[in-house]
């Protein structure tokens, strides 16, 4: 006879900005959710949520994935590219122009 164990239904991981002072754990992720929804949640909770350029534009980020050193889609789901603990760092997103 097999036991069979639930999958969790969040992710616990650590984030930072791309300066290293202001750090977060996020201990209920849930792996339903895209890793927009989360970027959004997660930037709210560290106050970065509203940040804006010199221009007084609104600010965006993506998130850089530490073990596989790359950067996030927003329509990923945070179950499919995350594991327990990963550790994310949040950098503006910088368009050329």
């Known amino acids: 006879m097999s036991v069979a164990v639930a999958a969790p239904d969040t992710v616990r991981i650590r984030v930072s900005d791309a300066t290293g002072q202001k750090r977060f754990r996020a ?40 073990r596989q050193a790359r950067f996030l ?16 760092t949040l950098t503006p997103d910088i368009q050329a122009g």
Do not use: N, Y
């Open 27 to 66: 201990p209920a992720i849930p792996v339903d959710a895209s890793v927009s929804q989360m970027l959004q949640a997660i930037l709210q909770k560290m106050g970065l949520g509203r940040s804006t350029d010199s221009a007084g534009r609104p600010v965006a980020f993506r998130a850089r994935l530490a």
């Open 73 to 88: 889609g927003g329509s990923e789901r945070v179950g499919d590219c995350l594991r327990p603990d990963d550790e994310l």
